[in-house]
């Protein structure tokens, strides 16, 4: 006669996870999200970027349309019709009242060290969260079309 195993001799697992692959799931988790927020930080950083450098463009069209009318550029932001002298602009390149939220601020000059006379210098700067954005830096256009920023492939 064959005997068979009774079901109490039989080895039980028990149900559900164990810490190793709880632990496991956790880190492989964390592992994703660390790269996942490196990835959209560096996409936000590089779309402020844009903001900044199509803000820049504007303001020196600004600067030539001021310079057809007044046979000079403008000293600062005011005479483009700027409410301060140093704006500071937000994410949709629209300019802000206060500097709090904003990513950039700009600002023109009518000197140029030593460049042709006459001429314009418009920088921004990064402020706010851009200022984490070490790799451009600050980005400049000049009236001779020179555009500028802190590192090569930025423009």
């Given at each position: 006669?064959?005997?068979?195993?009774?079901?109490?001799?039989?080895?039980?697992?028990?149900a559900g996870?164990?810490?190793?692959?709880?632990?496991i799931?956790?880190?492989?988790l964390?592992i994703?999200?660390?790269v996942?927020?490196?990835?959209?930080s560096?996409y936000?950083s590089?779309?402020?970027r844009?903001v900044?450098k199509?803000?820049l463009?504007?303001?020196?069209?600004?600067?030539?349309?001021?310079y057809?009318?007044?046979?000079?550029y403008?000293?600062?932001m005011?005479?483009?019709?700027?409410?301060?002298?140093?704006?500071?602009?937000?994410?949709?390149?629209?300019?802000?009242?206060?500097?709090s939220?904003?990513?950039?601020?700009?600002?023109?000059?009518?000197?140029c060290?030593?460049?042709?006379?006459?001429?314009?210098?418009?920088?921004?700067?990064?402020?706010?969260?851009?200022?984490s954005?070490?790799?451009?830096?600050?980005?400049r256009?000049?009236?001779?079309?020179?555009?500028?920023a802190?590192a090569?492939?930025?423009?």
């Amino acid at each position: 006669m064959k005997r068979f195993p009774s079901r109490a001799a039989a080895p039980r697992r028990a149900a559900g996870i164990t810490l190793i692959e709880l632990i496991i799931v956790l880190t492989i988790l964390g592992i994703v999200a660390t790269v996942s927020y490196a990835s959209y930080s560096s996409y936000l950083s590089k779309a402020n970027r844009s903001v900044a450098k199509s803000v820049l463009l504007d303001t020196a069209t600004q600067q030539e349309r001021f310079y057809a009318g007044n046979r000079r550029y403008a000293n600062d932001m005011t005479e483009l019709g700027y409410s301060t002298i140093t704006p500071c602009f937000g994410k949709d390149g629209s300019p802000l009242a206060s500097c709090s939220n904003a990513i950039y601020s700009v600002r023109t000059e009518s000197s140029c060290d030593g460049g042709p006379v006459p001429c314009f210098k418009v920088s921004a700067a990064p402020v706010g969260v851009q200022v984490s954005d070490i790799t451009c830096g600050t980005f400049r256009i000049f009236s001779t079309n020179v555009r500028d920023a802190g590192a090569g492939g930025c423009w």
